[in-house]
């Protein structure tokens, strides 16, 4: 199998969006390897190309024991760009 390699534009639980040279399609079968940024995990995830547009490949995860670890990575990311007036506000609820 070729390695290629690509660029993360966008990351979910469900796939991410690559800026690549690779000439791939819809359908497309890949096995993806990337870290994350502040994590030195490295993922191993079956894939599928969704789409393609010029030089950006949009790729479903098929489903991995990974994923959970992807999931907590993400919910980090996501309190960290939360203010703090707002994380205030929900800690405080009980």
Known sequence: MQTVHG???NVSEGGMSITTVASLGPGDQVQ???TLVGDEFEF???STVCW???QRLGLHF???HQTA???EWLSRRLE???PESVRDKFSNIS
Do not use: C, D, P, Y
């Open 7 to 9: 660029h993360t534009v």
């Open 32 to 34: 993806l390897q990337f």
């Open 44 to 46: 191993a995830l079956e």
């Open 52 to 54: 393609a547009r010029e």
């Open 62 to 64: 098929r489903s991995s």
């Open 69 to 71: 670890k992807l999931q």
């Open 80 to 82: 960290e760009g939360i």
